[in-house]
């Protein structure tokens, strides 16, 4: 499991992109996200740091940077 903060966890299996919330593209997906209840906000009432594109169109709001995260994923040897 990939802990993205705060307690909060995502399957690496499911996880297809972490990315930053910045772009317009991308707070485009987090709008259609929320319009249709695909959106969850792990964020904690923090600033969104990162998205997480997960399988099934679920979006996932996480308060940790982008590299923090895939850090996590990757731990060194």
Request: proline share 9%; charged share 20%.
């Amino acid at each position: 499991m990939l802990n993205i903060g705060f307690g909060n966890y995502v399957s690496p299996q499911r996880l297809l992109a972490i990315v930053s919330p910045d772009s317009a593209p991308i707070k485009r997906l987090i709008l259609e996200a929320r319009e249709h209840h695909h959106l969850i906000d792990a964020t904690h009432g923090r600033r969104t740091r990162a998205v997480l594109v997960l399988d099934g169109e679920i979006v996932v709001l996480s308060a940790l940077h982008p590299e923090t995260l895939v850090a996590r994923l990757n731990p060194p040897p």
